[in-house]
Nanobody
Framework: QVELVESGGGLVQAGGSLRLSCAAS????????MAWYRQAPGEQRDLVAV???????NYKDSVKGRFTISRDNAKNTVYLQMNSLKPEDTAVYYC??????????WGQGTQVTVSS
């Protein structure tokens, strides 16, 4: 059973920064890709950023230039550095991973609240 544990969420003022972490219970090389999604109240869960096992990245248009996804293979951890945060970034952020058998795994989520 794969476990993904997110941390780093919290309350921050607009313009501030947070770094989210997603620690995996197994070697992240076993995942084809890892990603961050977010879900605001009453809205669908949306892809924010993704990083492949080869290190390629892609971002939701509204976060390009502000958010950076990265991985530390030695720590089996993926990060989401979020800068210049806006109130509309407020959501529960979820870590997601797809393994080599195309099985997907979700973390429990971490709340990010940006005050204006």
């Amino acid at each position: 059973q794969v476990e993904l544990v997110e941390s780093g969420g919290g309350l921050v003022q607009a313009g501030g920064s947070l770094r989210l972490s997603c620690a995996a219970s197994k070697n992240i090389f076993s995942f084809n890709s890892m990603a961050w999604y977010r879900q605001a109240p009453g809205e669908q869960r949306d892809l924010v950023a993704v990083i492949t096992s080869g290190g390629m990245t892609n971002y939701k248009d509204s976060v390009k230039g502000r958010f950076t996804i990265s991985r530390d293979n030695a720590k089996n951890t993926v990060y989401l550095q979020m800068n210049s945060l806006k109130p509309e970034d407020t959501a529960v952020y979820y870590c997601f991973a797809i393994d080599n058998s195309n099985l997907g795994y979700w973390g429990q989520g971490t709340q990010v609240t940006v005050s204006s």
